[in-house]
Structure formats: structure tokens, C-alpha cells
């Protein structure tokens, strides 16, 4: 075979992926799409006088393991001031992950309400990981939120871009 028959076939043959690829993208499920974390699992606070709430919405089709849940409160030099134990946590569902085998998982949206009992606690950073049905798992998220108080009373609660504190 000549150089340029063979040269000739590989431009067929790519030519070929790309059209099988483009036809198979467009079968409904061949694909899977998958969200971004920011859309898959989204942490707000919430304040009400001296009480936050951390509200996780959870997606259709993803899932939060309960072990990554870690919730920590830290005053402004960075000692950590509290942490809400696993028992604390909502009632989580139990499934068959095909990776990690029985697992706790939030498969809905959860609340849980923060221990801040005072205005030492100015710092919350939140962890947590999950993945989608499709089996894309998401990497580790890590945030941190400034409580911000006047006397006993929560003023108001910040997403940081950074920890703010090493």
C-alpha cells in the first residue's frame, strides 16, 4: 500500500469516529451529563438571632456520603471551638456504592442546625463529597464562612474565597 492510501484511510477512518462519536452523543442516555459541583451540591447558612442552619441542596441523581460531612467551628486565632458529631447528623439512607460498597448517603436536601453558643465562634468551614448516580464522583469541597455578631445576635454570615487562616 502507498504512503497516500494509507494517509487517505486514517483521514476515513477518523472521519468515521467523529460521525459514530456525534450519533451516539445524541441517543438520549448514551451520555450521561454531569453537573458542575456548584450545581450539584449547593451549602448555604442561614441565621436566625443566635442560631445557623447549613442547608445542603442536593441535585436529582447525586448523592452526599455522610462520612465526608465535617463540620467545624473555629474562633478568629484558627482553635477549632467545635465540631457536630456523625450522630448529629440527619438520618442518612444507606445504598450498595459500586466503589466504596455499603455507604451512608444524603440523597436529599439536609439541614443542620450549627452549635454557635457564642460570639466566639466567628469562623464554620464545611467539607463534604459526593457523587452522581451515573457514577462520576466529585472531588472534595472545602468552605469556609465568617460568622459575623454584634453581642449574642448573628448579624449576618459570609462565604470566604479562602480560608482565612493557615
Given at each position: 500500500?502507498?504512503?497516500?492510501?494509507?494517509?487517505?484511510?486514517?483521514?476515513?477512518?477518523?472521519?468515521?469516529?467523529?460521525?459514530?462519536?456525534?450519533?451516539?452523543?445524541?441517543?438520549?442516555?448514551?451520555?450521561?451529563?454531569?453537573?458542575?459541583?456548584?450545581?450539584?451540591?449547593?451549602?448555604?447558612?442561614?441565621?436566625?438571632?443566635?442560631?445557623?442552619?447549613?442547608?445542603?441542596?442536593?441535585?436529582?441523581?447525586?448523592?452526599?456520603?455522610?462520612?465526608?460531612?465535617?463540620?467545624?467551628?473555629?474562633?478568629?486565632?484558627?482553635?477549632?471551638?467545635?465540631?457536630?458529631?456523625a450522630a448529629q447528623l440527619p438520618q442518612a439512607k444507606i445504598i450498595s456504592d459500586p466503589y466504596f460498597g455499603e455507604q451512608a448517603v444524603y440523597d436529599e436536601s439536609i439541614t443542620i442546625t450549627?452549635?454557635?453558643?457564642?460570639?466566639?465562634?466567628?469562623?464554620?468551614?464545611?467539607?463534604?463529597?459526593?457523587?452522581?448516580?451515573?457514577?462520576?464522583?466529585?472531588?472534595?469541597?472545602?468552605?469556609?464562612?465568617?460568622?459575623?455578631?454584634?453581642?449574642?445576635?448573628?448579624?449576618?454570615?459570609?462565604?470566604?474565597?479562602?480560608?482565612?487562616?493557615?
Amino acid at each position: 500500500m502507498s504512503y497516500r492510501l494509507k494517509h487517505h484511510n486514517v483521514i476515513i477512518l477518523f472521519m468515521l469516529m467523529g460521525f459514530f462519536h456525534s450519533a451516539l452523543a445524541t441517543l438520549p442516555g448514551a451520555l450521561p451529563k454531569v453537573l458542575p459541583v456548584e450545581q450539584a451540591f449547593i451549602l448555604t447558612l442561614a441565621h436566625e438571632d443566635s442560631r445557623v442552619k447549613a442547608d445542603i441542596t442536593i441535585a436529582p441523581d447525586c448523592y452526599l456520603y455522610q462520612k465526608s460531612l465535617q463540620i467545624n467551628g473555629f474562633n478568629k486565632s484558627g482553635k477549632k471551638i467545635f465540631s457536630v458529631p456523625a450522630a448529629q447528623l440527619p438520618q442518612a439512607k444507606i445504598i450498595s456504592d459500586p466503589y466504596f460498597g455499603e455507604q451512608a448517603v444524603y440523597d436529599e436536601s439536609i439541614t443542620i442546625t450549627l452549635p454557635i453558643a457564642s460570639r466566639l465562634e466567628k469562623f464554620v468551614h464545611i467539607e463534604y463529597q459526593g457523587c452522581a448516580t451515573s457514577g462520576f464522583c466529585y472531588p472534595p469541597v472545602s468552605q469556609w464562612f465568617e460568622i459575623e455578631m454584634r453581642g449574642n445576635k448573628i448579624i449576618d454570615t459570609h462565604l470566604l474565597t479562602q480560608a482565612p487562616f493557615q
